[in-house]
């Protein structure tokens, strides 16, 4: 018997010509189409779409070539979202902000934002290059170090600050309000005489009263670690103060320091307004501030405000250059004078700020009480 006719029996015969053509599996899952072939072997055809040599199945990258690897990452460059190779190289981020632009080990293209005068906003972006962008006093949009202001001078009612002895010695200088007041505190000195030991060293304080009232505390300046140090204060300034004081042993010689012309900037339309507020208010309560003595050798001092507005109710703060409250108290004004005692004994030497404030107005006055 002789079934597929080709001269081999059936029962001899290793292929079946009847399956020839029929569908099969040669289980290898690079092909498709399997059927048996005239030897009676499951062939099929390979499917290798990108013609990269690697059948679709196994194919990491279909539709690139499998074989082009330049980074040797295992994954083929058509495919590969982050070559290597391009890592460090240049790029554009599409930010205006930053600059330098290179591709990261995840090759993101990122860049360094730029900011030169550190104020949060990037140069592309900056307002106001070389100032603050955030410090606008007026709110006219234009900040305040680029805002167009009158150039002003002033100067201290002592261009030279001198001391000798036990305490020390302050000059202040009232500003009204005007903004960005600038000066220069030269021939700051520490003596040394025998070689070992200083007799004396200048300590120089700088401290100013902003637009609420609130007294500052700019910084503290050795003798022993400059000798001279430019002022700059930002924004509008009521006043300021400046107070020299022996750091060595309280028992200066004869010490001294310089201080320059201020230069301001006036702001007209600002300016006016402040002064009328500060006029209003002034005639709404209170009329004077007197402190005496002044400064505090020893023993008591006192306040005296004259023609306190009727029915007011008054706070009285004493605080030093740091802020801390020494003494508080409330108490209703009327037209006559009204005195406060303090005991100087119970303050350590320095400077010290005496304000009374209403409901609509606030005055401060300075008090400086010598050391021991």
Do not use: W
Not at 37 to 49: K, L, M, P, V, Y
Not at 159 to 167: A, D, Q
């Amino acid at each position: 018997q002789d079934s597929d006719q080709d001269g081999v029996c059936d029962a001899e015969d290793d292929c079946d010509g009847n399956l020839i053509g029929t569908v099969c599996d040669d289980n290898n899952i690079c092909t498709i189409n399997d059927v048996y072939d005239e030897n009676c072997n499951c062939i099929g055809q390979i499917q290798d779409s990108d013609l990269d040599g690697i059948c679709d199945a196994e194919d990491i990258c279909i539709g690139g070539d499998d074989t082009i690897d330049n980074d040797n990452d295992g994954i083929p460059d058509f495919c590969d979202s982050c070559d290597n190779i391009t890592i460090g190289t240049p790029c554009d981020d599409g930010d205006d902000c930053t600059f330098n632009d290179i591709f990261d080990e995840n090759c993101i293209c990122s860049g360094e934002m730029q900011d030169n005068d550190e104020d949060g906003v990037c140069d592309a972006e900056d307002v106001c290059i070389g100032g603050d962008d955030n410090m606008d006093y007026d709110q006219d949009g234009i900040p305040d170090f680029c805002d167009e202001c009158s150039s002003k001078t002033t100067s201290f009612k002592r261009n030279r600050l001198k001391h000798s002895g036990m305490g020390g010695v302050y000059e202040s200088k009232e500003l009204y309000g005007h903004s960005d007041p600038s000066f220069t505190i030269s021939d700051i000195n520490a003596s040394d005489i025998d070689k070992s030991n200083k007799n004396f060293i200048d300590i120089v304080e700088v401290s100013y009263t902003d637009m609420n009232g609130e007294m500052h505390l700019y910084g503290v300046f050795s003798g022993e670690e400059q000798d001279s140090v430019f002022i700059k204060i930002y924004g509008p300034v009521k006043s300021i103060m400046v107070s020299l004081k022996d750091g060595y042993d309280g028992k200066a010689p004869n010490i001294s320091v310089r201080l320059s012309d201020i230069s301001y900037c006036e702001n007209v339309a600002v300016s006016q307004s402040l002064l009328a507020e500060s006029v209003n208010e002034d005639n709404k309560g209170l009329r004077s501030l007197n402190v005496y003595p002044n400064p505090v050798i020893s023993g008591h001092f006192y306040a005296i405000f004259d023609h306190v507005g009727l029915e007011k109710e008054y706070t009285l703060l004493l605080t030093d250059a740091y802020g801390k409250i020494h003494y508080r108290q409330d108490f209703f004004g009327n037209e006559n004078k009204i005195m406060v005692e303090f005991d100087s004994e119970k303050l350590a030497g320095g400077l010290y700020f005496i304000t009374l404030m209403s409901p609509s107005n606030k005055t401060t006055q300075a008090v400086a009480i010598m050391p021991e």
